[in-house]
DNA sequence: GGGTTATTGTTGTACATGCAAATATAATTT
DNA sequence: AAATTATATTTGCATGTACAACAATAACCC
């Protein structure tokens, strides 16, 4: 069944939370490449591009709640692609050199990634939608 | 932080996970007026409107795995708010009088959800961004 | 009719995420 | 300097969702 034959493809619940479920799916084929779910791959790669960069950082810059970007950080450190250094109440996460070597492929899913909706959707069409969405997201403020 | 300053705020993935997540907190909001979740809120609107419906059309009606369906069946079931009946490989779901107590709350969840959304954001503007997204969730066929 | 295949639904397990509380440290106030 | 308040991070617990494997039944084909 598509979504538009939904009695609820009219709600911003419905519409959201299936879309984001949709793009997901697509995103963890894509970022298998790197054996990452991409929520890991995403935390990874700010952290590679701002080595040291302290939690409530990436909190921010993932939108995502603190205690979620523990979590991840504890699966990178058990895969060895990061390491935390903790000094008074302050933590930095910094990509160890097997992270370093997996940056290359990890750009390479990015450009596979948004090359797949690209072709799919069209470009201006997908990127005026994620502006949209943003435009959005940001006006929700909860 | 605001989404857009994200250095992911060009990405489908990024863009559309996040707004999901906030979309949902404020229905997550507006059903505490239920004492339900969204995701159990519209499962049984579905039922409520379609009394005997199997988990196979509420998964695609909800655009949900059947194995997700169960489980919300099953909450839903503890509550007292549908019923299960089995024959040979078929299930139905029903509605308790309960359920049709609770209806014109739910009813007013919707409205009351919509109506915070499109005075957010405008209602044309928000009745084009949930086309566009069920456009594109439908071409994401995976 | 009997064997194969397809459909429907449920379970076991795993993971992501969040909230609220706890912890630890820093900053501020008095 | 002590007490209070604020900030940063982590932990305990709960929930939602999915995948894969399973079970049960129905449909099909020979």
């Not at 959201?16 to 490449?33: G, P, T, Y």
């Not at 054996?35 to 409530?56: F, I, N, R, T």
């Not at 390491?83 to 050199?97: A, D, F, I, M, S």
């Not at 090359?115 to 799919?120: H, K, M, R, T």
């Amino acid at each position: 069944m598509n979504i538009r034959d939904s009695k609820y493809a009219q709600c911003l619940y419905f519409t959201s939370s299936a879309l984001a479920r949709k793009v997901e799916k697509l995103a963890i084929q894509v970022w298998k490449a790197v054996d990452l779910p991409p929520s890991h791959a995403y935390l990874l790669m700010a952290v590679l591009e701002d080595p040291g960069m302290q939690p409530s950082a990436l909190s921010g810059e993932l939108q995502l709640q603190p205690s979620t970007v523990t979590r991840l950080i504890e699966k990178l450190e058990e895969k060895k692609l990061v390491v935390r250094t903790t000094e008074g109440k302050l933590t930095n996460v910094y990509p160890t050199p097997k992270a370093k070597e997996l940056q290359p492929k990890m750009i390479k899913c990015v450009q596979q990634f948004s090359q797949q909706y690209a072709d799919l959707l069209g470009v201006d069409e997908s990127s005026r939608l994620v502006q949209d969405m943003v435009a959005i997201a940001d006006k929700l403020k909860l």
